[in-house]
């Protein structure tokens, strides 16, 4: 069923948008109505190119066996990072930014359709795009650029994924991050995060883009979800990365604050002190002329 979309004005001087054919630009925004209310939808092509095109046959969009809309879909794919998978036998594509340009007040809590899977739902397509991690090094892909998200400040959060954007591809130190985040959100009674690929994207570019550690990470996870206030804000990876350097320097300035620390630091200075003036004694002591007494 066809949805009703939004579409900013900052699409059209996207240069993500630029980099794309005209038909291209068509297309995706075509999928946007096709789509669910989680940026996921089905992508059996005759059906799709038959919803976009409704009304038109010409040799750039269809010559009856899909081959010029599979061109299309590859650009698609290329240039807007969305993933083509097959998930229970059937083709389905999903938009690894949809959650950044779309907002969904009303939403189901998960999608009517399976997550994004490892296994590409065409053969053509892999051989177009040489690996979902990847896209063409000379198109210019921004996660959030097709429609510029101005205005909040989370909207203003958009990133220029290009080639790194890992979608159906998972890593071993990012699902760790996620077991743990997930872990901890549990314990404190909330509802655990879907793992899906905007998750894994927030934990991926936390890493390679924002260079933090795995061990960075995990402890500003134990810290959020240790504060009373944060533990009720810090509740998906994406929520984790946006707040990462203000949970940082709450840390340092809650660590400065403890009683126990206060204590430490007051010891260690007056410590020094005392060893201070004990030094300076002893080199009074050794340098203080001999003094001999009289017989």
């Given amino acids: ?32 109505n096709w789509a669910d ?7 059996n092509l005759k059906e799709l190119e038959g919803f976009i095109f409704p009304n038109d046959d010409v040799s750039e969009l269809s010559s009856g066996n899909t081959v010029h809309f599979r061109d299309l879909v590859a650009e698609v794919a ?5 993933v083509f998978y097959e998930a229970e036998g059937r083709p ?17 809590s998960q999608s009517k359709y399976p997550e994004p899977t490892g296994k590409p739902a065409f ?23 097709e429609q510029g998200n101005s205005g909040t400040e989370e909207e203003e959060q958009g990133e220029d994924i290009s080639s790194e954007v890992a979608t159906a591809t998972t890593r071993p130190d990012v699902e760790a991050i996620l077991d743990h985040l997930e872990s901890k959100i549990k314990d404190n009674g909330a509802r655990t995060p879907t793992r899906g690929t905007k998750a894994r ?7 390679d883009r924002d260079g933090r550690t795995q ?49 430490e630091r007051k010891m260690q200075f007056w410590q020094s002190e005392v060893d201070q003036a004990r030094a300076f004694d002893e080199n009074q002591q050794t340098n203080r002329p001999l003094e001999i007494e009289a017989s």
């Avoid at 980099?19 to 630009?25: D, E, G, N």
């Avoid at 051989?127 to 198109?139: F, G, H, L, M, Y």
């Avoid at 994207?201 to 936390?206: H, I, K, N, P």
Wanted: charged share 25%; proline share 4%.
């Fill in 1 to 32: 069923m066809a949805r009703i979309r939004t579409i900013k004005p900052e699409f059209w001087s996207s240069p993500s948008v630029a980099k794309a054919s005209p038909l291209a630009r068509l297309t995706f925004i075509a999928m946007w």
């Fill in 201 to 207: 994207d927030a934990v991926r570019l936390m890493l």
């Fill in 37 to 43: 209310d989680h940026g996921r939808g089905t992508s």
């Fill in 215 to 263: 061990d960075q990470v995990i402890a500003a996870i134990d810290y959020a979800t240790g504060d009373e206030f944060w533990r009720a804000n810090i509740l998906s990876a994406a929520k984790l990365r946006e707040k990462y350097d203000q949970l940082s320097l709450n840390a340092q300035r809650d660590k400065w604050k403890r009683p126990t620390d206060r204590n």
């Fill in 78 to 82: 290329a240039c807007f990072n969305v």
């Fill in 92 to 108: 389905y594509y999903a938009i690894t930014t949809w959650d950044d340009h779309q907002r969904n007040e009303r939403r189901a």
């Fill in 123 to 145: 053969s053509w397509l892999v051989a177009e795009i040489p690996s979902q991690r990847t896209v063409d090094p000379n198109i210019s892909v921004t996660g959030t650029g």
